[in-house]
């Protein structure tokens, strides 16, 4: 099986933001698999709801990027010996918390894009060539669908839901990926 790691339902959660006054746009945060050319990081803040009174906590494992994750310090300390061994984590600005954006870097050929379920052209369901996916823990990207998602294989999610259960960390949501013929 390959999986999809997601970030906390936005119901439940809070995200994180550029600051207005970042100096940047989303266009400089396209994730697709390779390192970060940052001259610095950019300022982030947590979402601000208008209309909420009491604003709703940031998770553990919060979104920011398409295809990347913001962790908060406590899953840093957990996880990030796991992840670097497949990505990068960059200290990300902020005015009082600790935060850093996972940015995976491996990839993986690994969607079968011409029976891959497509909508204007853009996998939205993925078929996978599961042969391309080693069986050692492993989270990727592949090039198809690396600006959006984040796959980690069986071995890989086992890794992480024992250190997100045993760390008590909030926000990481792991699904089956693409269509569920294997081939």
Same mark, same amino acid.
């Given at each position: 099986?390959i999986y999809?790691i997601?970030?906390?339902n936005?119901?439940?959660?809070s995200?994180w933001?550029?600051?207005?006054?970042?100096?940047?746009?989303?266009?400089?945060?396209i994730?697709e698999?390779?390192?970060?050319?940052w001259?610095?990081?950019p300022?982030?803040v947590p979402?601000?709801?208008?209309?909420?009174?009491k604003q709703?906590d940031?998770?553990?494992?919060?979104?920011f990027?398409?295809g990347g994750?913001?962790?908060?310090?406590?899953?840093?300390d957990? *996880?990030h010996?796991?992840? &670097?061994s497949?990505?990068?984590?960059i200290q =990300?600005?902020?005015?009082? %918390?600790? $935060?850093w954006?996972y940015?995976?870097?491996?990839?993986?050929d690994?969607?079968d894009?011409?029976?891959?379920?497509?909508?204007?052209?853009?996998v939205?369901?993925e078929?996978?060539?599961?042969?391309?996916v080693?069986d050692?823990?492993? *989270?990727f990207k592949?090039? &198809?669908?690396a600006?959006?998602r984040?796959? =980690?294989n069986?071995?890989? %999610?086992? $890794?992480?839901e024992?250190?997100?259960?045993?760390n008590?960390?909030t926000g990481?949501h792991?699904?089956?990926?693409?269509l569920s013929?294997?081939?």
């Open positions: 099986m999809q997601k970030c906390g936005l119901n439940n959660f995200m933001v550029l600051d207005n006054n970042a100096g940047m746009t989303i266009h400089d945060f994730l698999g390779k390192a970060i050319q001259n610095k990081p300022r982030v979402f601000f709801d208008k209309k909420r009174k709703k940031v998770a553990d494992f919060a979104f990027l398409h994750i913001a962790l908060s310090e406590k899953a840093y957990a *996880i010996d796991f992840l &670097l497949f990505g990068e984590l =990300l600005d902020t005015e009082d %918390k600790k $935060v954006l940015n995976v870097t491996t990839l993986i690994c969607v894009y011409k029976n891959s379920e497509k909508f204007l052209d853009q939205i369901r078929k996978f060539y599961f042969s391309n080693p050692a823990p492993c *989270i592949d090039t &198809l669908t600006k959006s984040i796959y =980690l069986e071995a890989a %999610k086992v $890794v992480v024992k250190i997100v259960d045993s008590n960390l990481c792991i699904e089956e990926a693409g013929d294997m081939y």
